[in-house]
């Protein structure tokens, strides 16, 4: 009778398959394991070495000891086990036919030196990590950005330079010498160095930011990082093929940092995101993460550059500081918080925001309903485009020329507008005026208006709690407010109703008959005698003019339930 169990080597499996050697039901033991494959960048090449002759950059992994199971004299289950990581779900293709034509792990149909077979997919279930990789050993190379530092000379349009506060500046003209970025205009902030560094290129030539794209100064300047930090939990990459024979893309060009979690990849190059991806949370320094259609409800981290967002993305966060982002044709409700730069938006977008500090920002034709925060900068508005609201303090504003109607609104965050500013600037449409308020305060400067347009100005009001109570049934609590409110039942998590401080489940939030009311419905009636208190989390209840509520908390609620 055969036995059921036996330790071998990878090269005894293979002779022993090639054989037909096993025995159908058996657990074997392959006792030398260890992934192996090149690196790859992310112009779809080989990394090569620095020898005189270069060759591929080959990445081995540890020892690892799997477990394979025949299924008939010459076959195998794709499931494994691992005795170093027996939390691991793990999907393994011994075949080295199969590889022949990935760049990961052959070069002109030769595969890579004491191959060991292919880890397709690997899922952690105690962090809950998962990826059709080895992403426990698999390794990417980024290259340094960082550019040659500022000096005191002549540039020309289009050179970059590094600052001494670890930002990268490209000069938008020529540039004399003593012009300082940071202090001249002719220099455009792009990226801050300063939190995550320079390693951040897949590609040893060049990287892209938005509309810019910047050398790599020096190719031997490079890392080899791995794809998870520490602490790294609920992160998805693409799921395994059923079909492995050859159709395996290669390994993608993704890295996350220590503590990123709640994040999912569904396709493989660079961090892409494919369509229709909801509710994922990408944390902070995001870059090169590429969403496809119809994403929404997406979070992105501080400092994350050089995104694209498909086509009708909707209600995505845009984290601090983030830069080079391109939105496409008719996304809308999206967030881009405070010093967020060089963010392009498509045709036809709507009701976006940009927080205070926003620069470089490039709106599409026909896009209305967008919010620039104070002290924005260098905001171009396309033709025939709608509402657009911009903050004190913002400054080189151009538009081309055009006959539509465009109405601009002061930002206003504390619930007043300077009406005397908005009736003065009714009708102005001279090119290149400082604008100031009713009390001399500049307002706008540097604003470029195209020929034929009439500005209207009106005030934007941010929405203000005024009150709130229960309804005499103790089934509803009733929130009221200075504005017409927007329909907040899609974010039921937004408010918190609390009885004597300990919040209680409710049944869902809805506009009221008169709107500018929020009822909000607990699953148990409040009774006579309760402490009830609402606060607000998320920040995603608006007027109908689109403006955030700001956070409340424990604001009280008057109970008038009877004895």
């Given at each position: 009778?055969?036995?059921?169990?036996?330790?071998?080597?990878?090269?005894?499996?293979?002779?022993?398959?090639?054989?037909?050697?096993?025995?159908?039901?058996?657990?074997?033991?392959?006792?030398?394991?260890?992934?192996?494959?090149?690196?790859?960048?992310?112009?779809?090449?080989?990394?090569?070495?620095?020898?005189?002759?270069?060759?591929?950059?080959?990445?081995?992994?540890?020892?690892?000891?799997?477990?394979?199971?025949?299924?008939?004299?010459?076959?195998?289950?794709?499931?494994?086990?691992?005795?170093?990581?027996?939390?691991?779900?793990?999907?393994?293709?011994?075949?080295?036919?199969?590889?022949?034509?990935?760049?990961?792990?052959?070069?002109?149909?030769?595969?890579?030196?004491?191959?060991?077979?292919?880890?397709?997919?690997?899922?952690?279930?105690?962090?809950?990590?998962?990826?059709?990789?080895?992403?426990?050993?698999?390794?990417?190379?980024?290259?340094?950005?960082?550019?040659?530092?500022?000096?005191?000379?002549?540039?020309?349009?289009?050179?970059?330079?590094?600052?001494?506060?670890?930002?990268?500046?490209?000069?938008?003209?020529?540039?004399?010498?003593?012009?300082?970025?940071?202090?001249?205009?002719?220099?455009?902030?792009?990226?801050?160095?300063?939190?995550?560094?320079?390693?951040?290129?897949?590609?040893?030539?060049?990287?892209?930011?938005?509309?810019?794209?910047?050398?790599?100064?020096?190719?031997?300047?490079?890392?080899?990082?791995?794809?998870?930090?520490?602490?790294?939990?609920?992160?998805?990459?693409?799921?395994?093929?059923?079909?492995?024979?050859?159709?395996?893309?290669?390994?993608?060009?993704?890295?996350?940092?220590?503590?990123?979690?709640?994040?999912?990849?569904?396709?493989?190059?660079?961090?892409?995101?494919?369509?229709?991806?909801?509710?994922?949370?990408?944390?902070?320094?995001?870059?090169?993460?590429?969403?496809?259609?119809?994403?929404f409800a997406n979070h992105i981290g501080n400092e994350s550059w050089d995104n694209t967002l498909g086509n009708t993305c909707e209600s995505n966060i845009?984290?601090?500081?983030?830069?080079?982002?391109?939105?496409?044709?008719?996304?809308?409700?999206?967030?881009?918080?405070?010093?967020?730069?060089?963010?392009?938006?498509?045709?036809?977008?709507?009701?976006?925001?940009?927080?205070?500090?926003?620069?470089?920002?490039?709106?599409?034709?026909?896009?209305?309903?967008?919010?620039?925060?104070?002290?924005?900068?260098?905001?171009?508005?396309?033709?025939?485009?709608?509402?657009?609201?911009?903050?004190?303090?913002?400054?080189?504003?151009?538009?081309?020329?055009?006959?539509?109607?465009?109405?601009?609104?002061?930002?206003?965050?504390?619930?007043?507008?300077?009406?005397?500013?908005?009736?003065?600037?009714?009708?102005?449409?001279?090119?290149?005026?400082?604008?100031?308020?009713?009390?001399?305060?500049?307002?706008?400067?540097?604003?470029?208006?195209?020929?034929?347009?009439?500005?209207?100005?009106?005030?934007?009001?941010?929405?203000?709690?005024?009150?709130?109570?229960?309804?005499?049934?103790?089934?509803?609590?009733?929130?009221?407010?200075?504005?017409?409110?927007?329909?907040?039942?899609?974010?039921?998590?937004?408010?918190?109703?609390?009885?004597?401080?300990?919040?209680?489940?409710?049944?869902?939030?809805?506009?009221?008959?008169?709107?500018?009311t929020i009822e909000v419905s607990p699953t148990v009636a409040f009774i006579f005698g309760d402490v009830v208190t609402f606060s607000t989390v998320k920040?995603?209840?608006?007027?109908?003019?689109?403006?955030?509520?700001?956070?409340?908390?424990?604001?009280?609620?008057?109970?008038?339930?009877?004895?």
């Open positions: 009778m055969a036995t059921l169990t036996r330790s071998i080597t990878y090269a005894q499996l293979v002779a022993a398959i090639g054989a037909s050697g096993l025995h159908k039901g058996e657990s074997i033991t392959i006792t030398d394991f260890a992934t192996r494959h090149y690196l790859t960048d992310g112009l779809n090449t080989q990394a090569m070495s620095d020898d005189e002759v270069p060759v591929p950059e080959e990445v081995t992994g540890t020892t690892e000891t799997i477990i394979v199971h025949a299924t008939s004299v010459n076959t195998l289950d794709k499931r494994v086990q691992s005795v170093e990581y027996p939390q691991d779900i793990i999907e393994y293709d011994w075949n080295p036919a199969n590889w022949l034509d990935n760049i990961n792990f052959a070069t002109d149909g030769v595969l890579i030196s004491d191959f060991k077979g292919v880890i397709v997919f690997r899922h952690d279930t105690i962090n809950n990590n998962s990826s059709n990789h080895d992403w426990r050993t698999a390794k990417n190379r980024v290259w340094n950005i960082e550019q040659p530092a500022w000096s005191s000379g002549v540039y020309d349009v289009g050179d970059f330079v590094q600052y001494t506060d670890s930002c990268i500046y490209c000069a938008n003209e020529s540039v004399l010498e003593g012009e300082e970025p940071g202090t001249s205009t002719k220099w455009d902030k792009l990226i801050d160095l300063t939190t995550r560094g320079g390693y951040t290129s897949f590609s040893s030539t060049s990287f892209t930011l938005g509309t810019y794209t910047l050398p790599i100064v020096d190719a031997s300047d490079y890392q080899d990082m791995d794809y998870l930090g520490t602490g790294c939990y609920n992160n998805t990459f693409p799921e395994s093929n059923v079909d492995y024979g050859g159709i395996i893309s290669r390994i993608p060009l993704i890295v996350l940092g220590d503590s990123s979690y709640n994040n999912v990849f569904s396709m493989h190059d660079m961090a892409i995101i494919g369509m229709a991806c909801d509710g994922n949370t990408f944390g902070t320094g995001v870059v090169n993460l590429h969403m496809g259609s119809g994403c845009f984290g601090n500081e983030c830069c080079g982002n391109l939105l496409g044709v008719d996304c809308s409700n999206n967030v881009f918080t405070n010093d967020s730069n060089s963010n392009i938006l498509g045709v036809g977008c709507q009701c976006n925001l940009f927080s205070t500090g926003s620069g470089t920002n490039i709106l599409g034709d026909n896009c209305s309903g967008i919010l620039f925060g104070p002290a924005s900068q260098f905001i171009s508005i396309g033709t025939s485009s709608g509402f657009i609201s911009i903050g004190p303090g913002s400054e080189y504003i151009s538009l081309p020329d055009g006959t539509a109607n465009l109405e601009i609104a002061p930002y206003v965050s504390n619930g007043s507008a300077d009406l005397s500013f908005v009736a003065e600037m009714s009708t102005e449409t001279t090119s290149k005026k400082i604008i100031t308020d009713s009390s001399g305060n500049v307002v706008f400067t540097y604003l470029i208006l195209g020929e034929g347009y009439t500005w209207t100005y009106v005030p934007l009001i941010t929405p203000l709690f005024v009150s709130a109570t229960t309804n005499e049934a103790g089934t509803k609590a009733i929130l009221t407010f200075d504005s017409n409110m927007a329909d907040p039942s899609a974010n039921p998590d937004d408010i918190i109703i609390s009885v004597g401080g300990t919040p209680v489940t409710i049944t869902g939030i809805a506009l009221g008959v008169d709107i500018t920040g995603n209840i608006r007027s109908e003019n689109g403006l955030l509520l700001e956070i409340q908390e424990d604001q009280s609620i008057t109970n008038i339930v009877p004895e």
